[in-house]
């Protein structure tokens, strides 16, 4: 229904400021970590120290050619300059791979003509930033059940890479508002609104504190929350400014879109939200200067997902824009609560820092149910506020719970992995940040039948981000198109009885192709096809035998592999690239498949 209100939109804000514990907003300086070495997976070229006391030097320029060197390795070497220890800095025109190099050089050191011969390895520093209360953001640090950010933050801190924060507004809190762009109010009530209009251009947080029952239904009087703002500054409160708390995407851009106000928001405000902040148009909306590339949806009411929220998520994915919705805190099946339910989401549960689902009284956990992607960490997370009880008043930190703050950290991570793969789509970041989670601890009450595939990891998800990967689906009998899966995960069904009738595979990050080929029931083996391309039949009741699949211009070292679930004989044994998985002349149906890279890819 449009306008439906959302009674329980705010329902995570109002638990969080009444459990809330208020932190002192001084600051202590910490010192930053002294660079270690990274042993990356590239070098520029290498080092070589010459047995000659003085090595000639005039005689060579930068990007001189080395001839006898490139006829001693069968490869282009050229001259870069001499170091102060008078080795010699010699390049391949492009950094190479450290297991190249080290080869090179182990070439040249057998040769007796050398003192030593080094790769020349790039270094990183590990960043841990100066702001002070990171010790306390224990959903950020803590190695056992936080998302390791740090290690994430090795990576990157998301620049460049928007969010958009659909929520209660912002308030320019000095640690959030050096990432704040733009912006809108989409709250179409005054009174809802509590700034005596509509929809306007200001998205700036007036607060949303209400009186016992003043929302139409029983329910005490509640301060106001600052929610938005605290969900904006896990997501991208300024890092390494030696103040206060640092965000998971510290450098990431903050689009404030207020779409909750007193007594919480509408289907059709937000759902406006939705459509604008990805880039399309509203109505009477000027449009949006700052397209976001991440929608963190940290809001949610007790009802299915309609087709108003489906159709504006739909529209946001067919612009490219990753959606991650907070489950609820109702600890109830998150099927029956929206937008998380809804199709093409990220959903969001939380967990405390023991690896427990997240329980905050005798009424409020977090929701659970089969419709989970992830978890993240939900209780006491710190994050920037504001002490006023009904209007604004001065910055500050509070640690609040619900799956509304377990929610941008995942928006957080997934804004880490945009700015390292920029044309990851809306699928293929939810597959990675669920095939990088990690397995929930020994006798948690989190599993994957709960909460989702595992606890979310930042460096898991930004390295699978840029890693070469095979992407695949089936399409099944009666099911049509099922979603893609990626690196050995299973593509079809098992145990239902269902025949697998096609099959489109693609590669990613890779200069490789993937082709494959299937045995048809009644038809044969099919011609091959390559990248996303069909191979079996739609919609003709044909079952696929069997399969062949193989890399297309390989890298040295790299293969794939892969299984078939056929019907009578389950799982049958791994194959390699180009060998047939599956049966064929036996009238056996293939039910599912899973394929996986071996070797060294990269």
């Avoid at 928007?162 to 809108?184: C, E, K, Q």
């Avoid at 009802?303 to 959606?323: D, E, K, P």
């Avoid at 098992?494 to 080929?517: D, H, K, P, V, W």
């Amino acid at each position: 229904m449009d306008n439906l209100f959302m009674k329980t939109a705010l329902c995570a804000a109002m638990l969080s400021a009444l459990n809330a514990s208020a932190v002192n907003a001084q600051e202590v300086e910490r010192s930053q970590k002294e660079p270690v070495e990274q042993f990356n997976e590239v070098g520029e070229g290498l080092i070589i120290q010459h047995k000659a006391t003085q090595h000639e030097r005039s005689v060579f320029k930068a990007g001189q050619p080395l001839s006898s060197l490139s006829k001693q390795l069968g490869v282009e070497v050229f001259h870069k300059r001499f170091d102060a220890n008078q080795s010699q800095i010699v390049t391949f025109g492009k950094p190479q791979p450290v297991e190249v190099l080290t080869k090179l050089g182990k070439q040249l050191t057998e040769t007796g003509n050398y003192k030593f011969v080094e790769v020349n390895r790039y270094f990183q520093p590990t960043l841990t930033p100066n702001d002070s209360r990171l010790g306390d953001m224990w959903g950020l640090i803590n190695n056992n059940t936080g998302i390791r950010a740090e290690a994430g933050w090795d990576s990157n801190s998301g620049s460049n890479v928007t969010v958009a924060v659909l929520d209660t507004g912002f308030r320019p809190h000095a640690d959030l508002a050096d990432n704040i762009v733009g912006g809108y109010d989409f709250v179409s009530s005054a009174f809802m609104g509590n700034d005596s209009n509509g929809r306007d251009a200001d998205a700036r947080d007036p607060g949303d504190a209400v009186s016992a029952s003043e929302c139409g239904w029983s329910h005490s009087a509640r301060n106001s929350s600052w929610h938005g703002t605290h969900v904006a500054g896990t997501i991208a409160a300024v890092g390494n400014n030696g103040q206060g708390v640092v965000g998971t995407a510290y450098n990431a851009n903050i689009l404030p879109v207020r779409v909750l106000g007193k007594c919480g928001g509408t289907t059709a405000d937000i759902a406006d939200a939705i459509v604008w902040a990805s880039g399309g148009n509203v109505s009477g909306v000027p449009t949006n200067a700052f397209p976001a590339d991440v929608i963190n949806l940290s809001l949610g009411g007790n009802s299915g997902c309609s087709s108003t929220y489906q159709s504006a998520i739909n529209q946001a994915r067919n612009n490219g824009v990753t959606l991650v919705v907070a489950a609820g805190n109702s600890g109830r099946d998150v099927a029956n609560f929206s937008p998380a339910s809804c199709d093409g989401v990220i959903a969001v549960a939380a967990h405390d820092q023991a690896g427990q689902r997240s329980l905050w009284s005798s009424w409020a956990s977090s929701n659970f149910g089969s419709k989970i992607d992830v978890s993240a960490p939900g209780t006491g997370i710190l994050s920037t506020l504001n002490s006023g009880t009904n209007g604004p008043g001065a910055d500050n930190y509070v640690s609040y719970n619900g799956t509304s703050m377990a929610t941008p950290h995942v928006a957080g991570v997934v804004a880490q992995m945009l700015h390292q793969s920029p044309y990851l789509s809306p699928t293929a970041v939810e597959m990675r940040i669920k095939h990088s989670a990690r397995s929930f601890l020994p006798g948690s009450s989190c599993n994957t039948s709960n909460c989702g595939d595992g606890m979310l990891d930042a460096p898991g998800a930004i390295a699978l981000a840029s890693s070469p990967s095979i992407e695949y689906r089936a399409h099944v009998a009666n099911n049509g198109w099922l979603e893609f899966e990626m690196n050995g995960d299973t593509a079809g069904t098992t145990g239902e009885s269902r025949r697998m009738e096609a099959l489109q595979m693609f590669m990613y990050n890779s200069n490789m192709g993937i082709c494959y080929n299937a045995h048809v029931a009644g038809i044969g083996w099919q011609p091959a096809v390559c990248d996303g391309d069909i191979a079996g039949t739609t919609y003709q009741s044909r079952r696929v035998e069997a399969v062949r699949i193989w890399l297309n211009n390989r890298a040295p070292g790299c293969s794939v592999e892969y299984r078939a679930h056929v019907a009578g004989q389950g799982w049958l044994n791994w194959v390699p690239q180009g060998g047939v998985a599956g049966t064929t002349g036996q009238s056996r149906r293939m039910e599912a498949l899973q394929a996986r890279l071996t070797g060294n890819c990269d």
